[in-house]
């Protein structure tokens, strides 16, 4: 088993930063690809980003790309998602996961975090 523990939320005001992070553990875990999805009241789960498990794949929402920069640490078992230029409408509980990747949160994830709240306010 993989279980995937997201930490970093907050409150931030427009234009300010945030990094997450999601710490995995368990003694199963593979060369998976780790994704970063949102999901705000309402809407669908919706991608943020995915890096390989080398780093050399990286991929960016075109709604996030230049704003946000994914990163992970395989030593530490931790994958990043630094934050910058922050908008209101990136206000969205944000979830990490595990799996083979792609866009689709229901189809690639093997496992997922809890969530952390990432609110922006205007």
């Known amino acids: 088993q993989v279980q995937l523990v997201e930490s970093g939320g907050g409150l931030v005001q427009a234009g300010g930063s945030l990094r997450l992070s999601c710490a995995a553990s368990g003694r199963t875990f593979s060369r998976y690809i780790m994704g970063w999805f949102r999901q705000a009241p309402g809407k669908e789960r919706e991608f943020v980003s995915a890096i390989s498990w080398s780093g050399d794949r990286i991929d960016y929402a075109d709604s996030v790309k230049g704003r946000f920069t994914i990163s992970r640490d395989n030593a530490k078992n931790t994958v990043y998602l630094q934050m910058n230029s922050l908008k209101p409408e990136d206000t969205a509980v944000y979830y990490c996961?595990?799996?083979?990747?792609?866009?689709?949160?229901?189809?690639?994830?093997?496992?997922w975090g809890q969530g952390t709240q990432v609110t922006v306010s205007s």
């Open positions: 996961a595990a799996g083979w990747g792609g866009r689709d949160y229901s189809n690639g994830y093997l496992y």
